[in-house]
């Protein structure tokens, strides 16, 4: 089992920035993904930006420009950098992280909310 305890959000005004971590202990393989979600009221869950255990990344295109993920592979942790925010950045902000192609661990989720 993988555990996942993210950190980082809270409220904030546009135009803001925010981090948030993610730290990942447990049964974690050399070779993974991780990233983040997030899920808005009445909305699904959409992508925002992956990470692969090499560092290439993946951006949604509403936050590219903006948001910069990262991650330290001896911490096992994964960080969002989330700048220029927007209201509509509002959401539930979900970490994940993907190994041995079927496994697939979700964070508790930390709360983003930027007011106009």
Same mark, same amino acid.
């Given at each position: 089992?993988?555990?996942?305890?993210?950190?980082?959000?809270?409220?904030?005004?546009?135009? *803001?920035?925010?981090?948030?971590?993610?730290?990942?202990? *447990?049964?974690?393989?050399?070779?993974?993904?991780?990233?983040?979600?997030?899920?808005?009221? *009445?909305?699904?869950?959409?992508?925002?930006?992956?990470?692969? /255990?090499?560092?290439?990344?993946?951006?949604?295109?509403?936050?590219?420009? %903006?948001?910069?993920?990262?991650? /330290?592979?001896?911490?096992?942790?994964?960080?969002?950098?989330?700048?220029?925010?927007?209201?509509? /950045?509002?959401?539930?902000?979900?970490?994940?992280? %993907?190994?041995?192609?079927?496994?697939?661990?979700?964070?508790?989720?930390?709360?983003?909310?930027?007011?106009?």
């Amino acid at each position: 089992q993988v555990q996942l305890v993210e950190s980082g959000g809270g409220l904030v005004q546009a135009g *803001g920035s925010l981090r948030l971590s993610c730290a990942a202990s *447990g049964s974690i393989v050399s070779f993974n993904a991780m990233g983040w979600y997030r899920q808005a009221p *009445g909305k699904t869950r959409e992508l925002v930006a992956t990470i692969t /255990d090499g560092g290439t990344t993946n951006y949604a295109d509403y936050v590219k420009g %903006r948001f910069t993920i990262s991650r /330290d592979n001896d911490k096992n942790t994964v960080y969002l950098q989330m700048n220029s925010l927007k209201p509509e /950045d509002t959401a539930v902000y979900y970490c994940n992280l %993907r190994q041995l192609v079927i496994q697939q661990y979700w964070g508790q989720g930390t709360q983003v909310t930027v007011s106009s």
